[in-house]
């Protein structure tokens, strides 16, 4: 490495690291600019382009960066076209300057000027030996012409730009995640919606007395853009002449596969839906249920009056899912909320979700 000409590259345990990062980067940001300029087109490219910059293009400049000893000075290079020569001669000092991770060497110039070399470069908390070769390389190389200081200094805009750039990156990706998309590999959506007359019917004959389906408000939907599937139980009891007549009491159940129109994704769609859904009028309430889909809420329907009557409306992928329940009596409210909430994590057990 001492010899003029030879390249002092990036050292070994900086490259073990760099190169995963790379590769992690380029899968990361590759899948957020193809789904996030799909979902939202140009206004996207700036932060694409930041998320780039930041986790292929930082680690490609440290995986990139050379330093070569030349004849009669030093010449640095880190990708794309940043290259600087330096004569020998016009270097005044070399010091080490130390990031958040990284530490290299610095050529403080006899004319006050600062040229920060691309390599050699090593994890500053970990001792290095190929680090420690290419510096005495560059040191010997200098001597001559040179004093060398091999005191870490700390480079405070590195220390703070990498952490917040970083940051800035993966903030990005979280707030519109390619692992959220309807579009990613993994991502489980319902193709069909199960009869819901069927798959409520046994528990409304056993929480309502007399339950019957009302075929009116009953019906099974299965249309280009959306499946809706719903299905009433009323409870009913006889009259003293022998009529049925129709009592409070009612289980009603709506189910909703969305299959997105035009730019927007049919989980986008299930998700507007929702939020519909989920509008409550003044002088009702809404408490949000934990552990159930990818978002649910509790609904008081009417509250202050004689009834206990109660929704659990759901989002879960491209599947909504709406549980009204109302009892006579307003005592029965904690229960009526809670057997909705069961009814609900039922139905979305009877769905079956594939992978895309």
Partial sequence: MSEAGKPLGVCRAVRRVA???????????????????????????LPVALVVLVLVGRPLAVLGGRTRLTGDGIVTRRPPLWRVAVPGSCVGLVTVRRGLL????????????????????RFWFRADPEFDRALDALCAHVRAHAGVVTRPQWSVPRLAAGPLLTVAAVVLVLIDP???????PLRRH????????????????????????????????????VARHTCQWNSTRLAADGTTLVDFGRLSVVLELEHGVGPVSDAEEAHRDFVRETRIDAGQSETRIPHLGDEAELIDMRPGSDLAWVAVAVHRANIE??????????????????????????????????RT
């Fill in 190 to 225: 319902a193709r069909h919606l199960p009869d819901a007359c069927r798959m409520f019917d046994a528990q409304a004959r056993v929480l309502l007395p007399g339950a019957t389906v009302d075929r009116m408000l009953s019906r099974s939907d299965d249309l280009p853009h």
């Fill in 102 to 121: 990284l530490e290299w060497p610095v050529l403080c110039l006899r004319d006050g000027r600062l040229v920060e070399l691309a390599a050699p470069a």
């Fill in 321 to 354: 899912e709406k549980i009204e329940l109302m009892y006579r009596e307003r005592s029965r409210e904690r229960e009526a909320a809670r057997t909705a909430e069961s009814l609900a994590r039922l139905g979305l057990s009877e769905i079956h979700f594939h």
């Fill in 178 to 184: 390619p692992w959220a998309s309807d579009a990613w």
């Fill in 19 to 45: 190169w995963p990062a790379v590769f992690a980067g380029a899968v990361v940001s590759g899948l957020y600019a193809v789904m996030g300029l799909m979902g939202h087109g140009t206004p996207l490219l």
